[in-house]
């Protein structure tokens, strides 16, 4: 058994809590078809996250909003899409921006909840240290658009998980590497929770995982 048959996979659909927009799922990929997946509150997810860290099983929570921005030297370029945008509307997009605005609420609030049951936790924001370590919380972007998008929100979490879980054992999608000077919110996020990352953290990117649309649920 390796151990990413013991890894918690968590996926955030983030959308307004007051209109019942938010969602989230939940996957261990090393079990046989065992999959949790909710239509709850926010207090639910941080709490479920927060149970299986306490458990020692390395975790690894994404959100389906853009989790990074390009901040171009050529001020004529600011608010252009990234790489890994493409060919969908850009984080800048009415749509993207909207989400955007939701996540930055909603993610500093979990990773708070999370940083006060288990303020020594460490944080990582790429797949690489993450696997090194084989323990800890590990950040990432679920990129769920166009094709791939469900019909609820429930259904757009579940295809975060299962993207993630299909990519195994290396997730992620290059392209999110390209991104000229990326300003990094969920490090910023996870620094104002209590969580010991650097600055440098703040200047890179993060894990990304893009659903497609055959990522079928079943």
């Known amino acids: 058994m390796g151990w990413t048959d013991t890894l918690q996979v968590f996926c955030a659909d983030v959308g307004s809590?007051?209109?019942?927009?938010?969602?989230?799922?939940?996957?261990?990929p090393g079990s046989d078809g065992e999959e949790l997946h909710r239509l709850e509150s926010i207090e639910s997810l941080a709490a479920s996250v927060v149970d299986a860290l306490r458990d020692d099983k390395p975790v690894a929570l994404g959100f389906e909003a853009p989790l990074f921005i390009p901040v171009p030297e050529s001020p004529d370029r600011l608010g252009k899409a990234r790489p890994c945008d493409a060919p969908s509307p850009s984080w800048s997009?009415?749509?993207?921006?909207?989400?955007?605005?939701t996540a930055m609420a909603q993610i500093p609030w979990t990773l708070r909840f999370i940083h006060d049951q288990a303020p020594g936790?460490?944080?990582?924001?790429?797949?690489?240290?993450?696997?090194?370590d084989q323990r800890g919380l590990l950040l990432w972007e679920a990129f769920v658009s166009g094709t791939a998008k469900g019909k609820t929100?429930?259904?757009?979490a579940r295809k975060g998980v299962q993207a993630f879980c299909d990519q195994l054992p290396e997730p992620g999608d290059p392209s999110a590497a390209e991104t000229e000077r990326p300003f990094s919110i969920v490090a910023a996020a996870a620094i104002w929770a209590g969580f010991?990352?650097?600055?440098?953290?703040?200047?890179?990117?993060?894990?990304?995982?893009r659903a497609t649309n055959a990522a079928d649920l079943p």
Not at 153 to 156: G, S, V, W
């Open 121 to 132: 936790l460490r944080v990582h924001l790429q797949w690489p240290p993450f696997a090194e």
């Open 196 to 209: 010991d990352l650097s600055r440098e953290d703040m200047g890179g990117g993060c894990l990304l995982v």
């Open 17 to 28: 809590i007051a209109r019942n927009r938010f969602a989230w799922a939940r996957r261990i």
């Open 153 to 156: 929100h429930e259904e757009d």
């Open 93 to 101: 997009s009415n749509v993207g921006a909207s989400v955007l605005a």
